[in-house]
């Protein structure tokens, strides 16, 4: 028998977590939607620490950056679906309101999930880990004199990714000017996410971190058996997560609207915040671990290839959908809503260019996301204001432009650690084309 202590029965814990959905599933039965959105939220709680087994497992056998991408790109394939879903309908009912309603909507859904991302994911977690070094000991957070001084140190090899995620952020401010997602965003934006994949693959395999519980015991089997259980875990929390969360957004936005709430403030906040809480659950997992550097490689990740494959891949679904090439349009309000996000990600990444981010840091950047949203819903939803919609324009704009102020003034502030970020990223980059090793200067 074995003993509930042994990681085989935490494995098996969070396997259970997934079968009344299946079971659910199975039936064919329609549900409340409040048992609708309990089982299949246990679902996507157990596929989280499911993904975050396989990746911590893997790690023995590839480089732990793209265990780690791997991991990101599973842990938000949710989000794709539920994107997708909207971009889809927009291609098939293309000219339609119907049609043009579920093209906003996908631009709404995939800033909300990147704001989200940033706003509460990094802020929560550099917060949640420097909260817990004071209670353990983290190598991964350093401690200074001051209110909220301490800080989150991250490992200088996620430079690349850092690197990566800036030029994407400033390729996302040109979106609303070429008239929508086309086929030059999907050029662009995926060929980042490529060219970041080989990178991480070819600059070599590190040496593994060492593990406890389910990952030590999985890396303990003879590699093909280790293999075929990443795999296996791999496809079936990715699995679990794509049958689930749809959902239990779903299930979530008809619990809103039955409370008056707007579908559109579903759709872009709601929805997304079902879909991100499997990579933040993981997260959270690892730095309990106190491996928050892996941790936040992930959130890094994620972010990555959210504003790249997310936003490439629309207008390939939309086309599709069309039954020929097409550019997926949007509004005004959601040209507002990518520039708001695009001068978030560039102030986060402003932030992490010292490889730092502190308590006093990851305040600023949940205050302002909260604020910024609950402005928004006052706006449009509350206050007794003339012309809302004028309103709600002029504080994206307000909100975009703090963003990108004092990111510019961080960036100059730390350009020091800018330049040393682009040379450790080039570093990676070269050691790559030379297949692992990095060729000595002359």
């Given amino acids: 028998m074995i003993s509930l202590r042994h990681p085989l029965a935490a494995a098996a814990g969070a396997t259970a977590l997934t079968l009344p959905w299946i079971g659910v599933l199975a039936s064919g039965a329609d549900f409340p939607t409040g048992t609708t959105v309990l089982l299949s939220g246990l679902a996507i709680l157990g596929s989280s620490f499911l993904l975050a087994w396989a990746a911590e497992t893997a790690e023995k056998d590839v480089p732990r950056s793209f265990a780690i991408a791997v991991l990101a790109v599973l842990a938000v394939a949710p989000e794709y679906a539920v994107d997708a879903l909207y971009a889809w309908t927009a291609g098939a009912q293309a000219g339609t309101e119907r049609g043009i309603e579920a093209g906003n909507l996908a631009i709404a859904n995939m800033t909300g999930a990147?704001?989200?991302?940033?706003?509460?994911?990094?802020?929560?977690?550099?917060?949640?880990?420097?909260?817990?070094?004071?209670?353990?000991?983290?190598?991964s957070v350093r401690h200074y004199d001051g209110r909220l001084a301490d800080a989150v140190v991250l490992d200088r090899?996620?430079?690349?990714?850092?690197?990566?995620?800036?030029?994407?952020?400033?390729?996302?401010?040109?979106?609303?000017?070429?008239?929508?997602?086309?086929?030059?965003?999907?050029?662009?934006?995926?060929?980042?996410?490529?060219?970041?994949?080989?990178?991480?693959?070819?600059?070599?395999?590190?040496?593994?971190?060492?593990?406890?519980?389910?990952?030590?015991?999985?890396?303990?089997?003879?590699?093909?058996?280790?293999?075929?259980?990443?795999?296996?875990?791999?496809?079936?929390?990715?699995?679990?997560?794509?049958?689930?969360?749809?959902?239990?957004?779903?299930?979530l936005e008809g619990l809103g609207v039955a409370y008056g709430i707007p579908k559109f403030f579903m759709i872009q906040w709601i929805a997304p915040l079902?879909?991100?809480?499997?990579?933040?659950?993981?997260?959270?997992?690892?730095?309990?671990?106190?491996?928050?550097?892996?941790?936040?490689?992930?959130?890094?990740?994620?972010?990555?290839?959210?504003?790249?494959?997310?936003?490439?891949?629309?207008?390939?679904?939309?086309?599709?959908?069309?039954?020929?090439?097409g550019v997926l349009e949007f509004e005004f309000k959601q040209s507002l809503e990518i520039w708001l996000t695009a001068a978030q990600s560039f102030f986060a990444l402003s932030l992490l260019v010292d490889f730092e981010l502190s308590a006093r840091e990851a305040v600023a950047l949940l205050a302002l996301f909260v604020s910024q949203v609950a402005i928004e819903f006052l706006v449009l939803r509350?206050?007794?204001?003339?012309?809302?919609?004028?309103?709600?324009?002029?504080?994206?704009?307000?909100?975009?432009?703090?963003?990108?102020?004092?990111?510019?003034?961080?960036?100059?502030?730390?350009?020091?650690s800018v330049a040393e970020l682009l040379s450790l990223a080039g570093v990676t980059a070269r050691q790559a084309i030379h297949g692992g090793r990095v060729p000595e200067a002359d």
Avoid: C
Wanted: a positive charge; glycine letters at 8%.
């Fill in 382 to 416: 509350v206050l007794p204001v003339a012309n809302p919609e004028m309103l709600s324009h002029r504080s994206l704009l307000a909100f975009t432009l703090i963003y990108v102020v004092l990111g510019l003034a961080l960036f100059v502030r730390r350009r020091d």
């Fill in 274 to 325: 079902a879909s991100e809480s499997p990579e933040l659950i993981v997260v959270a997992v690892l730095v309990m671990k106190s491996r928050s550097t892996a941790g936040f490689n992930a959130l890094i990740s994620s972010k990555l290839n959210q504003w790249t494959l997310l936003i490439g891949t629309l207008a390939v679904v939309y086309s599709i959908a069309l039954g020929r090439y």
């Fill in 157 to 251: 090899g996620i430079s690349i990714e850092i690197a990566f995620l800036g030029v994407a952020t400033l390729w996302a401010f040109f979106i609303p000017l070429l008239g929508g997602i086309d086929v030059l965003d999907t050029v662009v934006l995926v060929g980042l996410y490529v060219a970041y994949i080989l990178i991480v693959l070819r600059a070599g395999v590190e040496a593994p971190a060492e593990h406890v519980g389910v990952p030590a015991y999985f890396q303990a089997y003879a590699r093909p058996r280790r293999i075929a259980t990443v795999i296996g875990l791999f496809v079936y929390s990715g699995a679990m997560l794509l049958l689930a969360v749809e959902e239990f957004a779903h299930g």
């Fill in 114 to 139: 990147n704001r989200i991302l940033i706003g509460l994911g990094w802020s929560a977690i550099a917060l949640f880990t420097i909260w817990r070094a004071l209670r353990v000991t983290d190598v």
